[in-house]
């Protein structure tokens, strides 16, 4: 398999076998994330701006929800890069990396912008914008990309590395969103576990892409006299 190759099966089996070797971290900050953003978004809409309507009707809002939603994200890539290399990731790596936050949500925020655009634009631009854009966070984690120039140049090595890549990774995220739907039906008690396996399956993805070493891939299943 060439470095910046990879298999949708290999991804998954990676992830899951990371998350088997330490549910207990991947559940719990799951849950803390949960909570980070159930409280954000109680925030948005306590603090909603009054409708130009009037009435006494209130606009939501979702500042506090980026907010956050830029914290979570940036700590969940910490966790996953490094379990998904095989190091031994604690609860404290998901709050390790607070210095990169202003670089990472300026970042986002350019990445959100740019992927509205092109959404605004026949949908299909921003879906071609995403898939290409979204490893910037990882970039930045993963470099310490703590200057200014990161913000800009975070989100061209995204684009750079999944230049020739995009419909793979375009599968990928079908096949994600597919897990996050039948995560969320047992009352979306499957989110706690779908949730990590995406953040380590986009961490094995940006790794193999890069051309970084992955931990040891998952051996297949044998079938037939070979598995006696």
């Known amino acids: 398999m060439a470095a910046k190759d990879f298999l949708i099966g290999d991804v998954l089996r990676s992830s899951w076998e990371t998350f088997k070797g330490n549910p207990v971290l991947f559940v719990g900050?799951?849950?803390?994330?949960?909570?980070?953003?159930?409280?954000?978004?109680?925030?948005?809409?306590?603090l909603g701006a009054p409708s130009p309507l009037g009435g006494g009707f209130r606009v939501h809002t979702s500042i506090f929800s980026f907010l956050a939603g830029a914290f979570i994200s940036m700590g969940a890539i910490n966790v996953a890069l490094k379990s998904i290399t095989g190091e031994?990731?604690?609860?404290?790596?998901?709050f390790a990396v607070y210095p990169l936050y202003l670089i990472f949500l300026i970042s986002d925020f350019l990445f959100s912008v740019a992927v509205g655009i092109g959404t605004i634009l026949l949908i299909i631009p921003g879906i071609y914008l995403f898939i290409r854009l979204q490893f910037f966070g990882y970039y930045i984690?993963?470099?310490?990309?703590?200057?200014?120039?990161?913000?800009?140049?975070?989100?061209?090595?995204?684009?750079?590395?999944?230049?020739?890549?995009?419909?793979?990774?375009?599968?990928?995220?079908?096949?994600?969103?597919?897990?996050?739907?039948?995560?969320?039906?047992?009352?979306?008690?499957?989110?706690?576990?779908?949730?990590?396996?995406?953040?380590?399956?986009?961490?094995?993805?940006y790794r193999?892409?890069?051309?970084?070493?992955?931990?040891?891939?998952?051996?297949?299943t044998l079938v037939g006299p070979a598995a006696r």
Do not use: C, H
């Not at 031994?88 to 998901?94: L, P, R, V, Y």
């Not at 200014?148 to 995204?158: H, V």
């Not at 020739?164 to 996050?180: E, T």
């Not at 193999?208 to 297949?220: D, H, Y």
């Open 141 to 205: 984690v993963d470099k310490n990309a703590s200057g200014t120039d990161a913000i800009i140049e975070s989100l061209q090595k995204s684009w750079e590395l999944t230049r020739g890549m995009a419909g793979k990774v375009f599968l990928l995220d079908l096949a994600l969103l597919g897990l996050i739907i039948l995560g969320a039906i047992p009352l979306g008690l499957g989110l706690f576990i779908v949730f990590p396996l995406i953040a380590l399956a986009y961490a094995y993805v």
């Open 88 to 94: 031994k990731a604690e609860f404290g790596d998901f």
């Open 29 to 46: 900050l799951t849950l803390i994330s949960f909570i980070i953003s159930a409280v954000a978004n109680s925030i948005d809409n306590t």
């Open 208 to 220: 193999r892409i890069e051309g970084s070493a992955v931990a040891s891939e998952v051996e297949p």
